[in-house]
């Protein structure tokens, strides 16, 4: 009789048990995932936020094509240097459109030189002869990809390419000159 007696509050208390172990593991894991979700949002947020692999996939808006009228040799030269540097045609061909109407021996009010209109002292620093058609354009599109890769969308990057990367970064956005703000929204066909 003991032994049915003892068996008969094992087993109620086995039944009893699992409900109340149950209360206890679901309030853990409540704690649990608060307690993973704050790591992930501030140390290891931290940690990983230069990680490519663990980067959201940006989302891009198409390029519009390039309707320009110019079909003589530095069209060439543009579409291989986008190609070089991972721009897309498109892009760069209205870039060039926009800033000398494919002019190589422009100069503006600023003293931009050149097919991609490079400052003197940005050629400097790409190592480039901006006078020189091909290496303008070389260095035009080289010097794209790094705004490009310094803002991460070519909004800022050609923002960063007009006004200069200060200025985007100074107001977290396009600047508000109303050139520059034009000169996105015409490469862009915004």
Not at 56 to 63: A, D, E, G, L
Not at 92 to 107: I, K
Not at 158 to 169: E, I, S
Request: hydrophobic share 40%; glycine share 8%; proline share 7%.
């Amino acid at each position: 009789m003991r032994a049915f007696v003892v068996a008969l509050v094992l087993a109620c208390a086995g039944g009893v048990l699992p409900a109340a172990a149950q209360t206890l593991s679901t309030s853990n894991r409540v704690g649990l995932l608060r307690s993973q979700t704050d790591l992930l949002d501030g140390r290891a947020a931290e940690q990983y936020r230069f990680s490519d692999r663990l980067a959201p996939t940006r989302v891009q808006p198409p390029i519009p094509l390039y309707t320009g009228s110019y079909s003589g040799p530095y069209l060439t030269l543009a579409r291989a240097a986008a190609r070089r540097h991972n721009i897309p045609e498109d892009l760069f061909l209205r870039l060039v459109q926009r800033e000398s109407g494919w002019n190589p021996t422009a100069v503006s009010v600023k003293g931009a030189l050149g097919l991609a209109q490079l400052m003197p002292d940005t050629a400097r620093l790409l190592g480039v002869d901006p006078m020189d058609p091909q290496q303008n354009l070389d260095g035009g599109a080289r010097y794209l990809r790094r705004q490009f890769e310094a803002f991460g969308n070519w909004r800022l990057a050609l923002a960063a390419y007009n006004a200069g990367p200060g200025a985007v970064q100074s107001y977290g956005d396009i600047p508000p000159f109303a050139e520059t703000q034009t000169y996105v929204q015409v490469i862009l066909g915004l």
